[in-house]
C-alpha cells in the first residue's frame, strides 16, 4: 500500500509542474499604449519565455526573462490597431489584449481634392477630403480641427475649419468668380498639404450675334463670348450658327478665336440665323424685310 | 424609418477554414450631408468588405501576401504584407474566427472616390505556431476603414481596428 503510493504522489508531482510553471509565468499588459511610444510589459515567473504581439497591421517577437519587465523601445510598435498577446512559457501560454492608439499629433495629411478643373462661379463646386494621420501613418481618429483655405489670384480667400470625425474632415466650397489656377490647402496643426485647382470660365452668358451685309453675303459676328461672371470663354470653344431659309437649314461649326466667333453666310431675304454654345443658346435674327 | 439589415454572406472564400458564413449587419448609412449613396453602391461596398476580411483573414492564416492583391491597395495593403512578413519570419501565422460584423457607412466622399464605414466587430484571434495553437482570445474591434473603387470592385485602402 505504501508502496503503490509513492509512484502515484510522485506522478501527480510531475504533472503538476507545467501548470505550476504556466500559473507562475504571468504578464501585466497596459490597458493600452501610444503608437511608437516606448513602454514595457512586466512579467512574473521565473525562466524564459516568448512574446507575441500579433495584429493585422503589425507583429513581434521578443525573448522574456520572465520576473522582468519586458521593454519595448521607441518605435518598436507604431501600428494602431488591436492586438494579440501571448506569453509563451515553457509550452504553457497565457494571453490578453493590447490597443495601440494612434499618437494624438498630425504628421501627415492625405488631401484629395476634386475637380481639377471647375468653372468659375460654381456653388460648392470644390470638395476636399482630409485624412489625418500621425507620424507612423495612423489613421488619428480622435476629432482633430482642420482649417481648409481656397485662395485665388483675383478673388478673396475662403476659409473653413472643421473638425476630423474617424480621422476625416472634408468640405465643400465655391468656386471662385475669376479664372486662374487656385490653391487649396488643407492645415492641422502645423501639417498642411496644397492642391492646385484650374478654375476655368463657366458656360457662354448672354450669347448674342450681329449680321452686316458683305457683297452676297453676310458677315454673321459674336459679340465676345465671355461668361455669367464676365470671364472670356477660351480659344477653340465651338459656336454653332444656324441658317434657315425657305425649308432649308445649313449650319456651321465656328471655333471661337480672339473673344468672337465670325462667319459669312449667304444673304437670302427672309432668313433666320441662330446661334447657339454647348447647351447655351443666343439670339436670333431675321434678315431683310421679308 | 431604419432598418436593420441582416445580410448572410454566404462568400466563395479562399481557405475551407473560414468556410463559414460570416454574420453581417448593416446599418442605415449615416452620411453627414455628403454625397448620398447610389442604389447599388451600399450593397456593393458591404459585399466587397466583407469577402476583403476574408482573404485578409486567409493571407494572416497562410502567410500569403498574395491574397491580398485583389482587396486591398495603398497603405492598408502594405500594412498587412509587413505584417505577414514578419510572421514568416518569427515562425507564426494568426487566425480570424467567426468573425460577427455590424457595419455602418458613415461617408461618401463627393466626388465618389471613397466611402468610409465603420465595422463594430467580434471574432477570436489565435496565434499558432505551425499547427499548435499557442492561444485563442475573443477580440472586439472598432475599425475604421476607407474605401476606394477600382476597375471593378471597391479595395480597401485604410484598414484601423481600435478597442470597443
Known amino acids: 500500500m505504501r508502496h503503490a503510493r509513492v509512484p502515484f504522489l510522485a506522478g501527480l508531482a510531475l504533472s503538476l509542474a507545467p501548470l505550476a510553471l504556466a500559473q507562475s509565468a504571468n504578464m501585466n499588459l497596459p490597458a493600452s499604449v501610444t503608437a ?87 456653388h460648392n463646386g470644390i470638395s476636399g477630403s ?127 478665336k480672339q473673344d468672337v466667333a465670325k462667319i459669312d453666310m449667304p444673304a437670302y431675304n427672309g432668313a433666320t440665323i441662330s446661334v447657339a454654345s454647348g447647351v447655351v443658346a443666343g439670339n436670333e435674327i431675321r434678315w431683310g424685310g421679308r | 424609418m431604419k432598418r436593420l439589415l441582416t445580410v448572410s454572406c454566404a462568400l ?49 492564416d497562410q502567410n500569403q501576401p498574395a491574397l491580398l492583391n485583389a482587396d486591398f491597395v495603398g497603405l492598408a495593403r502594405e500594412k498587412l504584407a509587413a505584417t505577414i512578413k514578419t510572421q514568416s519570419q518569427i515562425g507564426i501565422h494568426s487566425r480570424y474566427l467567426g468573425a460577427s460584423h455590424n457595419l455602418q457607412i458613415v461617408f461618401y466622399s463627393p466626388e465618389g472616390q471613397s466611402i468610409q464605414l465603420i465595422d463594430h466587430v467580434e471574432y477570436d484571434e489565435q496565434v499558432l505556431n505551425q499547427d499548435k495553437v499557442l492561444a485563442t482570445q475573443h477580440m472586439k474591434a472598432r475599425c475604421v476603414v476607407v474605401l476606394t473603387p477600382a476597375e471593378t470592385r471597391w479595395k480597401v485602402r485604410i484598414f484601423q481596428a481600435s478597442p470597443e
Not at chain 1, 75 to 89: E, I, K, P
Open chain 1, 36 to 122: 511608437g511610444s516606448a513602454f514595457s510589459i512586466p512579467t512574473s515567473g521565473s525562466g524564459t519565455g516568448v512574446l507575441y504581439l500579433v495584429g493585422p497591421d503589425q507583429a513581434l517577437r521578443r525573448d522574456v526573462q520572465l520576473g522582468s519587465p519586458l521593454s519595448f523601445a521607441a518605435g518598436d510598435l507604431f501600428n494602431a490597431g488591436l492586438y494579440l498577446a501571448v506569453l509563451d512559457a515553457g509550452g504553457s501560454a497565457t494571453s490578453g489584449t493590447l490597443a495601440v492608439l494612434p499618437a494624438p499629433t498630425p504628421g501627415r495629411i492625405s488631401f484629395l481634392a476634386a475637380p481639377s478643373r471647375v468653372p468659375v462661379g460654381l
Open chain 1, 130 to 256: 482630409a485624412y489625418v494621420f500621425d507620424a507612423y501613418r495612423n489613421l488619428i481618429t480622435a476629432p482633430v480641427p482642420v482649417s481648409f483655405q481656397l485662395t485665388g489670384l483675383a478673388a478673396p480667400a475662403q476659409n473653413r475649419t472643421v473638425t476630423s470625425s474617424n480621422g476625416l474632415a472634408w468640405t465643400e466650397i465655391d468656386s471662385a468668380s475669376k479664372q486662374g489656377a487656385a490653391k487649396f490647402i488643407a492645415q492641422a496643426q502645423g501639417v498642411s498639404v496644397t492642391r492646385v485647382i484650374a478654375e476655368v470660365p463657366g458656360d457662354p452668358c448672354g450669347l448674342t450675334i450681329s449680321a452686316h451685309p458683305d457683297g452676297k453675303s453676310l458677315q454673321v459676328e459674336t459679340a465676345p463670348v465671355r461668361d455669367c461672371s464676365g470671364n472670356p470663354i477660351p480659344d477653340g470653344t465651338i459656336v454653332t450658327f444656324t441658317e434657315n431659309y425657305n425649308g432649308m437649314q445649313s449650319t456651321a461649326d465656328v471655333p471661337i
Open chain 2, 12 to 60: 466563395a472564400l479562399a481557405s475551407p477554414l473560414f468556410a463559414q458564413q460570416a454574420n453581417v449587419q448593416v446599418q442605415p448609412p449615416d452620411l453627414h450631408g455628403s454625397r448620398q449613396l447610389e442604389k447599388q453602391t451600399g450593397p456593393a461596398v458591404v459585399r466587397d468588405y466583407i469577402e476583403s476580411w476574408e482573404k485578409m483573414s486567409a493571407a494572416l
